[in-house]
C-alpha cells in the first residue's frame, strides 16, 4: 500500500464509504477482450491496455477499489471445457495485480486481489483440494502484495468459508462475497446463516455481488446483517449487485433468465436508478457499495454522485456531467434550451421518469429457466476436454421437456 493511504479496515471503522468498480467480465466482452462461456480473465496478460483502460475509468469516476482482473482465474477454471491458453494462470494473475496497482497509485484507491468459485468444487473435489487451488492464486497475491483480498462470487457459503479461511492467513483483511438472494445460497443456507459462518471463519466485511439487482442485493444484505448482529458478531457490510432489473428472478439469480447472457440490455438500468441504489444502501448501513456485471462506469460515477455529500467530494468524471442532468442549459439549440431546462434539468424529473424499452411486443418480465443444479449435480461435474456434442446433445434433449 501506497505511504498515507488508509487500509480498507481503517476507512471503514472510520465510518467512510468505499466505492468498489464495476463488472470487467461483462464490460471486456462487449468491448471484445473476453469470451462469454468460459467468462476467464485472459485479458490481463493479452490486452493489458484495455484492463488498464477500464480501470482508469472507474477511478476517473469515484471507485476507490480496484479490483484484480482475477475473476475465474484459477487453473481448474482456465484449463476447463477446451479453454486454450497463451499465458499460464500465474502469468494471468501477475498481470491482472500489476494493472490494479498501476492505477490505483493514480488516486487514493486500494487493490483487492480476488478469489472465485471453482470447477473443483463442484465436482466434489474435497476441501483440501478445493483450498490448494486458492492457495495457488493467494501466493501471487502476497507477491505482487494487494492490500487486501476477497472471496467473492460463491453460490455456496461452505465453499466461500473454505476461501475464508486460506486468505485468513495472510494476515490482510478479508472480505467474502455471496452470489446470493433472499433465498439464500443453492443449498437453502439463509442469507443471515451464511454470514455468521462467514465472520466466524474470518472474514471482516461480508456481502453480497452478482446475479440479482441493486435493490435485491441490499435486501439480503440487511438480512445478512441481522443475523450477524443477532449472533453477537461484528462486520463490515457490503454490496456489488448487477446493473440488470431482475424482479423475475428465481434463486440462481440472472443466469436462469432466457436473455442471459446475450440479451439482457433492456434490463440495464439507468444512471438514476443508481442513485437510489446508493441510496438505499447507505441508508441500510452498507458501507463498501460497488457494481458486478452490467456496471459501467458512468454507474459509479452515479453511484459517487450520490454519496458526494457523505464522501465530501465528487468524483472527477463529474466535471463531464452536470448535477441531474444541468449541463443541458447549455444545449447548443436555443429554441430546445427552454425546454430541457424547465422539464429536463432537474432532479424531480429524471427521479420520476418511466423508460420506455421501445418494444411494443416484448413482455415486462420473462420466465426463468429454473435448472436449480448444484454441486454434485451431473451436469456441473467439470471436465478439461471441449463440451463434446453428445453431451450438448443431452442437455437439449432436456430442455424441451424442462
Avoid at 122 to 134: G, T
Wanted: aromatic share 10%.
Amino acid at each position: 500500500m501506497a505511504p498515507g493511504k488508509k487500509g480498507i479496515l481503517e476507512r471503514l471503522d472510520a465510518g467512510e464509504i468505499v466505492i468498489g468498480d464495476g463488472g470487467f467480465v461483462f464490460a471486456l466482452e462487449k468491448r471484445g477482450y473476453v469470451k462469454a462461456g468460459p467468462w476467464t480473465p485472459e485479458a490481463a496478460a493479452e490486452h493489458p491496455e484495455a484492463v488498464r483502460q477500464l480501470h482508469r475509468e472507474f477511478l476517473r469516476a469515484g471507485a476507490n477499489v480496484m479490483q484484480t482482473f482475477t475473476f475465474y482465474a484459477s487453473d481448474d477454471k482456465l484449463e476447463n471445457r477446451g479453454n486454450k491458453l497463451t499465458f499460464t494462470g500465474a502469468q494471468i494473475n501477475e498481470a491482472a495485480c500489476d494493472l490494479a496497482r498501476e492505477v490505483a497509485n493514480e488516486g487514493d484507491a486500494l487493490v483487492a486481489g480476488g478469489v472465485s468459485q471453482t470447477p473443483s468444487y463442484l465436482s466434489c473435489k474435497s476441501e483440501a483440494e478445493v483450498k490448494a487451488i486458492f492457495k495457488k492464486q493467494l501466493d501471487v497475491f502476497i507477491k505482487k502484495n494487494v492490500d487486501f483480498l476477497i472471496a467473492e462470487y460463491f453460490e455456496h457459503v461452505e465453499e466461500a468459508v473454505w476461501a475464508v479461511e486460506v486468505l485468513k492467513e495472510t494476515g490482510k483483511p478479508v472480505a467474502a462475497s455471496l452470489c446470493i438472494g433472499p433465498e439464500g445460497d443453492m443449498h437453502g443456507v439463509s442469507p443471515a446463516e451464511c454470514a455468521v459462518k462467514l465472520v466466524k471463519a474470518g472474514a471482516q466485511i461480508v456481502g453480497v455481488n452478482c446475479h440479482f439487482d441493486p435493490m435485491t442485493c441490499v435486501k439480503a444484505v440487511k438480512m445478512m446483517k441481522e443475523g450477524v448482529e443477532k449472533a453477537g458478531l461484528k462486520a463490515h457490510y457490503m454490496v456489488q449487485p448487477l446493473a440488470y432489473h431482475t424482479p423475475d428472478c428465481s434463486c440462481q439469480g440472472f443466469i436462469d433468465l432466457p436473455e442471459f447472457p446475450f440479451g439482457l440490455e433492456p434490463r440495464i438500468l439507468t444512471r438514476w436508478d443508481m442513485h437510489k441504489y446508493a441510496r438505499e444502501a447507505y441508508n441500510a448501513g452498507i458501507h463498501f457499495i460497488g457494481g458486478c456485471c452490467g456496471f459501467e462506469p458512468y454507474h459509479i460515477r452515479a453511484v459517487a454522485e450520490e454519496l458526494a455529500l457523505e464522501r465530501g467530494f465528487l468524483p472527477a468524471a463529474s466535471e463531464k456531467h452536470g448535477n441531474w442532468g444541468a449541463g443541458l442549459e447549455m444545449h447548443t439549440k436555443p429554441w430546445y434550451t427552454c425546454l430541457f431546462v424547465c422539464f429536463r434539468a432537474r432532479r424531480d424529473y429524471w427521479e420520476n421518469l418511466k423508460p420506455a424499452s421501445g418494444r411494443p411486443t416484448c413482455p415486462s418480465m420473462s420466465v426463468p429457466d429454473g435448472w436449480g443444479v448444484t454441486k454434485g449435480h451431473a451436469d456441473l461435474m467439470q471436465q478439461k476436454e471441449a463440451t463434446s456434442q453428445d453431451q450438448l446433445k443431452q442437455l437439449f434433449d432436456r430442455s424441451k421437456s424442462h
